[in-house]
């Protein structure tokens, strides 16, 4: 048990931190025990408990399809279906991915490289249907490990001109039909215990935790140090490969 509540722990602190939490589970994983795909989607699902309490009045807004939110709809449709078909037709690589501390090396270096860009955005739109398009394309990259999804998602939205806060939010509820999608391919592999129960509730826990912190983050405009995070875990990583 005690593995699994570790790597709940390490979801929840890297999930919504833009520094790849498949990249962290998988590295972690690769020491400590064997990939465990499956329990890596249970995780997946515990942050998305954690964000629908976070971002609840969104959500509400969303189910009871208030006025306002009839574009934010269809914002996060078009920008779901890109990394949905992504996921289905590069399952088996992403998967092989995750055994290769190569692969996650240079992934982790080129999220820093993606962070640190963040620095030069200006606000200068709002969401649209291009924007949440561009978002959409960029996150099929992060279904690699190493390659953060909140980082992708958060900075493609402050590249294409919208508001760090905004962007961070959309990111969110991205997240939602992410996870639901991961964990249904997952499902084949489905069994549950009291490990897997109780690593589910410490990573509901931290990952509410761990969004206060980003949001926190993000208004002081700091977003971009994660990079140098990301550079230094990639680096490590490639130390570990080469030795």
Same mark, same amino acid.
């Given at each position: 048990?005690?593995?699994?509540?570790?790597?709940?722990?390490?979801?929840?602190?890297?999930?919504?931190?833009?520094?790849? /939490?498949?990249?962290?589970?998988?590295?972690?994983?690769?020491?400590?025990?064997?990939?465990?795909?499956?329990?890596?989607?249970?995780?997946?699902?515990? /942050?998305?408990?954690?964000?629908?309490?976070?971002?609840?009045?969104?959500?509400?807004?969303?189910?009871?399809?208030?006025?306002?939110?009839?574009?934010?709809?269809?914002?996060?449709?078009?920008?779901?279906?890109?990394?949905?078909?992504?996921?289905?037709?590069?399952?088996?690589?992403?998967?092989?991915?995750?055994?290769?501390?190569?692969?996650?090396?240079?992934?982790?270096?080129?999220?820093?490289?993606?962070?640190?860009?963040?620095?030069?955005?200006?606000?200068?739109?709002?969401?649209?249907?291009?924007?949440?398009?561009?978002?959409?394309?960029?996150?099929?990259?992060?279904?690699?490990?190493?390659?953060?999804?909140?980082?992708?998602?958060?900075? /493609?939205?402050?590249?294409?001109?919208?508001?760090?806060? &905004?962007?961070? &939010?959309?990111?969110?509820?991205?997240?939602?039909?992410?996870?639901?999608?991961?964990?249904?391919?997952?499902?084949?592999?489905?069994?549950?215990?009291?490990?897997?129960?109780?690593?589910?509730?410490?990573?509901?826990?931290? /990952?509410?935790?761990?969004?206060?912190?980003?949001?926190?983050?993000?208004?002081?405009?700091?977003?971009?140090?994660?990079?140098?995070?990301?550079?230094?875990?990639?680096?490590?990583?490639?130390?570990?490969?080469?030795?």
């Amino acid at each position: 048990m005690l593995t699994e509540i570790i790597l709940a722990f390490v979801q929840a602190a890297t999930e919504f931190l833009p520094v790849s /939490s498949s990249g962290h589970l998988a590295l972690v994983s690769s020491f400590i025990s064997s990939p465990n795909l499956f329990l890596f989607t249970v995780f997946h699902l515990a /942050s998305l408990v954690a964000v629908l309490i976070f971002t609840r009045k969104e959500v509400y807004s969303l189910v009871t399809f208030k006025p306002e939110a009839k574009k934010l709809w269809l914002y996060l449709i078009i920008a779901t279906i890109p990394a949905m078909i992504f996921g289905l037709l590069f399952n088996d690589k992403i998967e092989a991915a995750f055994s290769s501390l190569l692969f996650l090396g240079f992934a982790f270096i080129f999220t820093g490289i993606i962070l640190f860009a963040t620095k030069f955005t200006k606000v200068k739109s709002e969401l649209n249907l291009k924007n949440s398009l561009f978002i959409g394309l960029c996150q099929c990259i992060a279904l690699f490990p190493g390659v953060s999804r909140s980082g992708m998602t958060i900075s /493609s939205g402050m590249f294409s001109g919208l508001d760090k806060e &905004k962007a961070a &939010k959309f990111s969110f509820l991205l997240f939602i039909p992410v996870s639901l999608g991961a964990f249904i391919l997952e499902l084949k592999d489905f069994y549950i215990n009291s490990a897997v129960i109780v690593s589910f509730f410490v990573c509901v826990i931290f /990952s509410l935790l761990f969004l206060k912190a980003l949001t926190l983050v993000i208004k002081k405009d700091k977003f971009w140090l994660f990079s140098i995070y990301c550079w230094v875990i990639g680096i490590i990583t490639l130390i570990l490969y080469f030795r």
